[in-house]
């Protein structure tokens, strides 16, 4: 009877703690502007890095209570963007909503400009000319370098924040997510990139790029500029001997710019990724091939303007699942793709270059959908029980078995189980088990049942996870033998 009881608190726990992180039920504070440290950016010049934070209030008399922690990158091309971006500051806000310390961060932007004049009759179209790959390389490594000051600074505060060190995420979007794909697989000296050493200076850049804004406060010295070692791959803000664990990366339309799943330090666990990519990306190539690859074709085929010279080759969402599933090499990776390609039209047709012009295919086909379906990633990675409640009472356990807007029979079963949902939505269907891992995924079309095969699972405690643009929706299964 003990054993029994025992099992059910388990499960109860499960439940819950897997439901906790998808319901939006927090009202949070906000700390803005929040300086974690300095560092000199590509001219040498100090920049002062600051980070915006959300943190859900909750009612915990004991004051035991943890909370994950989820770390947003913005975007930008290392040019520009910020923290406050209104993408990112929306995104801070709704997973804080469902229980974790999120922030948004900021960090050090440029590279050394070419020296060579692109004239266009695009505005500001030089400024995404650098003077060599490398630049966008070493742009790309200061980025890793401040977004794991970042999180330490935020792990160093674990006891002010509540944080709970081992479920650390971080999630960003384009250039944000090459940073937080950095912070999680960056972690051998083997794989730190050869343009971060030392390098020859660069020539100053051409006038016509000072007033890119990356170039406005800076003044260049004459007659080139140096480019020193960048240092070691952790970067030296906000040192730290606290132990945390990087659960999972949130990528979202971001690359590598090589194979970081290869090589991975024994002291830390893989982290899993959710990758949502869309392959008529002009920016940022769902295979491998070079940053702004479309946008280069649409350039010079329609506005009469050079292709942008000097950019690297990096290995876009698919291309790093393709690494993990030919080389065998053990990550979980879920991919959230969408089907469109680019056309290479610059008039005609679905995602061509003048389509893109108001529906980019760098971005979200459906924010809403995306952000639930990776919350929905990241539920059953969260370590934490449930953390403090709302309000002085006890939230009891809700089953969702008999939710009237998801149908799912027979439960407890054996072979095979039916899916539906109670008002003609449409959405994802996630089939996990305990540890987190995806056993089925299923697409439920408006009105359509689905048919779930279960003959190849062990007997034991799964959960389902619907995702549709009205939320998510958690069901606990049992597989009986």
């Known amino acids: ?60 008399p004991s004051h035991r209570s943890r909370k994950p922690l989820l770390v947003w990158i913005h975007g930008g091309s290392f040019l520009a963007g910020d923290k406050s971006d209104a993408s990112i500051t929306n995104l801070c806000k709704q997973f804080a909503r469902r229980g974790y310390v999120t922030a948004s961060i900021n960090y050090r932007l440029g590279f050394v400009s070419d020296h060579a004049a692109w004239n266009c009759n695009y505005p500001n179209y030089s400024c995404l000319f650098a003077s060599d790959s ?69 020539p100053p850049p051409n006038p016509n790029t000072y007033n890119c804004s990356y170039n406005l406060p800076e003044t260049f010295p004459n007659p080139s500029i140096p480019r020193p070692d960048l240092g070691g791959i952790d970067g030296n803000l906000e040192p730290s001997n606290i132990n945390y664990t990087i659960k999972a990366i949130g990528n ?64 876009g969402s ?52 995306r952000e639930n379906n990776l919350a929905a990633f990241f539920a059953p990675r969260v370590s934490a029980l449930p953390i403090c409640d709302t309000t002085h009472s006890t939230t009891g356990i809700k089953e969702q078995i008999n939710n009237p807007s998801l149908e799912v029979f027979p439960n407890p079963t054996r072979n095979k189980i039916t899916v539906a949902t109670g008002h003609g939505q449409g959405g994802k269907i996630v089939l996990r088990n305990e540890v987190g891992q995806e056993c089925q995924t299923v697409q439920l079309i408006i009105n359509q049942h689905a048919e779930l095969d279960l003959t190849g699972l062990s007997p034991g405690i799964y959960f389902l996870i619907y995702t549709s643009l009205e939320g998510v929706i958690l069901v606990r299964m049992v597989v009986k033998e």
């Open 252 to 315: 979202n339309f971001g690359a590598l710019a090589s194979n970081l799943l290869t090589y991975h330090s024994a002291k830390r666990r893989r982290p899993d990724i959710y990758s949502f990519h869309q392959p008529c990306d002009l920016i940022v190539p769902i295979d491998s091939g070079n940053v702004y690859a479309g946008l280069s074709w649409c350039m010079t085929n329609g506005y009469g303007c050079y292709g942008i010279a000097h950019t690297p080759k990096v290995y």
């Open 134 to 202: 490398a630049e966008w390389i070493r742009a790309l490594y200061r980025g890793i370098q401040d977004g794991k000051g970042a999180v330490r600074y935020l792990v160093n505060r674990n006891n002010q924040y509540r944080i709970d060190t081992n479920s650390v995420f971080v999630a960003g979007e384009s250039a944000g997510s090459c940073i937080a794909l950095g912070i999680g697989l960056l972690d051998t000296v083997i794989e730190r990139w050869p343009q971060t050493f030392s390098l020859a200076n660069a």
């Open 1 to 60: 009877m003990k054993c029994l009881l025992f099992a059910l608190l388990l499960l109860c726990s499960a439940l819950c703690s897997a439901q906790q992180w998808l319901d939006k039920k927090y009202t949070y504070d906000s700390t803005l502007n929040v300086i974690y440290g300095t560092a000199l950016n590509f001219n040498g010049s100090s920049d002062t890095l600051r980070m915006d934070i959300y943190n859900p209030l909750c009612d915990d």
């Open 318 to 369: 698919h291309a790093i699942s393709h690494w993990n599933s030919s080389q065998f090499l053990g990550y979980v990776i879920q991919d959230d793709f969408t089907t469109t390609v680019f056309p290479y039209s610059f008039l005609l047709g679905t995602a061509s270059c003048s389509d893109q012009t108001n529906n980019p295919c760098h971005g979200y086909d459906n924010s809403t959908l």
